[in-house]
């Protein structure tokens, strides 16, 4: 079953990007490219260390026409398994109105060599609003999951953030989200960090991730991540 939605993704994302060859076509516009690597310290994902508390490398590209965009990124991770890394691919589209920006899309979660039936694999499909107001900006966003990681099936991520942006680069931003599951306990997770530039393209990031799960992996935690985008 798990498969099945991995390769949905997959296609929903090439679907998406025949769309963005469309809206290029009727726009005669070109398409953009940005790409992104780093590192950190411990991946941490909604809450929880993605490789045993261990660093990771990680990289990504995204491929923007108009309001369409799609992308795909990985990383390292450590399950204790024979899983090596995950990869994610996503693709959506992006507008504003009244104010506000919103950002529909789907995001397709796969890992390389994990064992026969463990089910990681899964699709959410992303649902988010924000409004800027000057250098303050607040959003919203939910994460919908038919088949869910691991044992779970029907999961929803719902979260709230907040980001101020100086004038100089620096960022201070944070967020406290939600994770309904159907199988494990349900959790709450956030976040507060700061971004600061150092040289042209690169940026660091501190930031501190903690949860109401108890466990080894969702403990509070520190995490520095150096990122470049080109």
Do not use: C
């Not at 398409?31 to 260390?49: L, M």
């Not at 159907?182 to 150092?198: F, H, I, K, R």
């Amino acid at each position: 079953m798990k498969k099945t939605f991995a390769i949905a993704a997959a296609a929903a994302v090439v679907a998406l990007g025949q769309l963005a060859m469309a809206g290029a076509a009727q726009a005669q516009s070109t398409p953009e490219f940005a790409f992104n690597a780093g590192v950190t310290s411990d991946y941490v994902f909604r809450g929880f260390s993605q490789t045993n508390e261990d660093p990771a490398v990680f990289g990504g590209v995204d491929a923007t026409v108009g309001s369409f965009y799609a992308g795909a990124w990985a990383s390292n991770v450590d399950f204790g398994d024979s899983t090596d890394a995950e990869v994610d691919v996503y693709g959506g589209y992006r507008t504003e109105a009244a104010g506000f920006a919103f950002d529909v899309g789907v995001v397709g979660y796969l890992y390389v060599d994990a064992p026969d039936g463990v089910d990681y694999d899964y699709l959410e499909v992303k649902l988010a609003a924000s409004r800027a107001i000057g250098p303050y900006t607040i959003g919203a966003a939910a994460y919908i999951s038919p088949d869910f990681f691991g044992l779970d099936e029907e999961a929803v991520y719902g979260e709230v953030n907040a980001a101020y942006a100086a004038d100089n680069g620096v960022s201070v931003s944070g967020a406290v989200g939600f994770q309904s599951l159907d199988v494990n306990e349900d959790y709450t997770t956030w976040n507060v960090g700061l971004g600061l530039p150092l040289v042209a393209g690169i940026g660091l990031d501190v930031r501190y991730h903690d949860t109401d799960y108890d466990g080894t992996l969702s403990e509070g935690r520190g995490v520095a991540t150096l990122k470049y985008a080109f």
